[in-house]
């Protein structure tokens, strides 16, 4: 975050998405679902690395990220990194994957504050759709997407949706202990 002067708003978002990202991936995984605890909450920690320099020169900020991920070596972090904005390949009946849950934990995130799908969609749709309705359709079925990964992922919790923000003020940092 500090190599790529990633701003302090974004940063903000990010802890929290990653946050939410480590509280799924573990719960999965003690579910007996085959997910990495560390990729999902690294993929979701650098979910926003390109964000800061797609400010400065237009360019789509999951791209600069997955580049920025590959320029490190962080080859299995870079496809999610890539897929956080819109999900392309996905089972939402088959397997599991870190990337849907960043993509999840993302969308449920705004600013720094956790909050539900359709206020988070509402915020998106006023900030980048700017009156353009094809553009308002396109953000909308990405969140229907959305709405149906957070079914899948939340078949195999132990806790709903709604308890997320408690759930994250309960767990500290335990997720930098990695």
């Known amino acids: 975050m500090d190599k790529y002067a990633m701003l ?7 802890v929290v998405v990653g946050k ?13 679902i085959d997910v990495s605890v560390k990729k999902a909450t690294v993929g979701a920690l650098l979910h926003d690395i390109g964000k800061t ?10 791209e600069i990220g997955m580049q920025i991920c ?7 972090i870079a496809p999610i990194v ?8 996905y089972e939402l009946e088959g397997s599991y994957c870190e990337k ?4 999840y934990s ?4 705004n600013h720094d504050r956790i909050v539900s799908l359709n206020e988070r969609m509402d915020y998106i749709i006023d900030r980048y759709a700017l009156g353009k309705e094809d553009l308002r359709e396109a953000i909308r079925k990405n969140f229907l997407l959305c709405s149906r990964v957070e079914e899948k992922l939340f078949r195999k919790l132990a806790f709903r949706p709604e308890s997320l923000p408690r759930l994250v003020e309960s767990e500290g940092p335990a997720f930098l202990s990695l």
């Open 8 to 14: 302090e708003n974004i940063r903000a978002h990010t």
């Open 20 to 32: 939410i990202a480590f509280l799924i991936a573990r719960d999965l995984h003690r579910s007996g």
């Open 53 to 62: 320099p797609s400010l400065k020169s237009g360019e789509n900020h999951a």
């Open 70 to 76: 590959l320029e490190n070596n962080l080859d299995e």
């Open 82 to 89: 890539r897929e956080h904005v819109r999900l392309k390949n």
């Open 100 to 103: 849907e849950i960043v993509f």
């Open 106 to 109: 993302d969308k449920r995130v």
